[in-house]
């Protein structure tokens, strides 16, 4: 049985890519080898055993704390009842998720009727139930040294890319090329940090090639 770092696990609504607008329930892994410069959750970065806290402390809240909490895909769903929450839809996130195996937490969310989406950042191997959303914020050229893996993006379902400036455009152009992505894959640009001329960016490259608009929308209505 596989034990989980658990940073926190809160409901809210879904602000971003495909799967906007969705009540939520999130929960947050701690670890993340990734190091990337506009990191919101830097918290979650390193999973330190003197850090670690009973389950109890770690629900239903949103501290920006580096505390975390051990526990299996059983107690994670108890969680859920505990707290009272209603969303039937499990976002698994990070830190990085995929540092670990999520098979068995999305194979027992979804046969308790759940749909599960994992946001990753495509550079460690997604190990997750078929039938789990996938989406790949793919990061490139970030200071831990990790590349995107090919595995990463023939799993995604989506591909949500931030974007400032043309050459975030122009990486994710050169990242796609080779890739053997699903044919169904849904392509989604995201502004970084509501800035005007990253989002009329976005806009005019999604009108250009149909792809999807991201626009964090959390941060408009300032929900966490
Ligand atoms: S992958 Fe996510 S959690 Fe990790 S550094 Fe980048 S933004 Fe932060």
Not at 52 to 79: F, T, Y
Request: hydrophobic share 40%; aromatic share 6%.
């Amino acid at each position: 049985m596989i034990h989980y770092p658990i940073n926190e696990i809160f409901q809210t609504i879904q602000g971003e890519g495909v799967h906007t607008g969705l009540p939520a329930i999130f929960v947050r892994l701690q670890g993340c080898p990734v190091g990337c410069s506009w990191c919101d959750t830097r918290h979650t970065w390193v999973v330190d055993p003197e850090r670690r806290e009973p389950s109890c402390q770690i629900l239903d809240v949103s501290s920006n704390s580096d505390a975390w909490s051990s526990m299996c895909a059983d107690e994670i769903r108890k969680s859920f009842s505990c707290l009272g929450y209603s969303a039937r839809h499990v976002v698994i996130t990070g830190g990085e998720p995929c540092l670990y195996d999520l098979s068995e937490l999305s194979t027992l969310l979804l046969a308790e009727g759940f749909t599960v989406q994992v946001e990753t950042s495509g550079t460690l191997e997604v190990r997750v139930h078929e039938e789990a959303w996938v989406t790949v914020s793919p990061k490139i050229g970030m200071k831990g040294g990790l590349t995107v893996l090919p595995q990463a993006l023939s799993r995604a379902n989506e591909i949500k890319h931030p974007v400032a400036t043309e050459h975030h455009i122009e990486e994710l152009d050169t990242l796609l090329q080779f890739a053997d992505l699903r044919p169904d894959v849904q392509i989604a640009l995201q502004p970084i940090s509501q800035k005007k001329l990253a989002t009329e960016l976005a806009i005019n490259v999604c009108i250009e090639r149909n792809w999807r608009l991201s626009v964090q929308v959390h941060k408009y209505i300032h929900i966490d």
